[in-house]
C-alpha cells in the first residue's frame, strides 16, 4: 500500500475499504455509499481504478494499493492533487480522494484527453456538491501541465 508491504490478518470477507480505514488508518478513502455507485472510496489497484468497497482484501495479496495518502512526494502535491486544489475542484471534498484517483488513473491511461474523454473516464465518480465543470477542468489542466513538464 503506497510503496510499503502490510501484513494484516483480515478475514476473507472483508473488504479492502474497511482494512485501509480501520487496520492501516489510511481514512482518505471514504465510505460513502458501500455498493460501487459513488466512487468516493476509488483507489488504484495495479495502476487501475477500483472501488474498495467491492474490493476483497484477500483479492489484493501480493498486488500494489495506491491511496490518496500515497500522491504527494517529499511534501509535494501529485500533479492532479495541485490542479484540483488551483482549480477549486471540490466543495465538501468527501468525495475528492476517489475522484482524484480516479483522475490519475485516467491521465496515465490517456494522457491527452478531451473534455468528453475526461468526463466518461470520471462517470463512475459522482459529486453531491455538483463540482463537475472544476473537476473536468482541473484533470484538463494536469493533462496540460504534464505536457509542460515532461
Known amino acids: 500500500v503506497n510503496g510499503a508491504s502490510h501484513e494484516v490478518a483480515a478475514p476473507d470477507h472483508e473488504r479492502l475499504l474497511t482494512t485501509l480505514r480501520e487496520r492501516l488508518h489510511l481514512t482518505g ?24 468497497c467491492l474490493t476483497l482484501t484477500a483479492a489484493c495479496d501480493g498486488r500494489e494499493i495506491a491511496t490518496i495518502e500515497g500522491l504527494a512526494r517529499d511534501g509535494e502535491l501529485h500533479p492532479v492533487q495541485q490542479a484540483f486544489v488551483e482549480h477549486d475542484a ?3 471534498g468527501f468525495c475528492t480522494p476517489g475522484q482524484i484517483l480516479a483522475a490519475v488513473a485516467l491521465l ?27 473537476i473536468v477542468r482541473a484533470v484538463l489542466a494536469a493533462a496540460e501541465g504534464a505536457d509542460a513538464h515532461g
Open 29 to 52: 478513502t471514504k465510505l460513502v455509499c458501500g455498493r460501487g455507485e459513488c466512487g468516493a472510496c476509488t483507489v488504484l489497484v495495479d495502476g487501475a481504478p477500483a472501488y474498495s
Open 90 to 92: 471540490l466543495q465538501c
Open 108 to 134: 496515465d491511461r490517456q494522457p491527452h484527453p478531451t473534455e468528453d474523454d475526461v468526463r466518461r473516464g470520471m462517470s463512475g465518480n459522482l459529486c453531491r456538491c455538483g463540482a463537475y465543470p472544476k
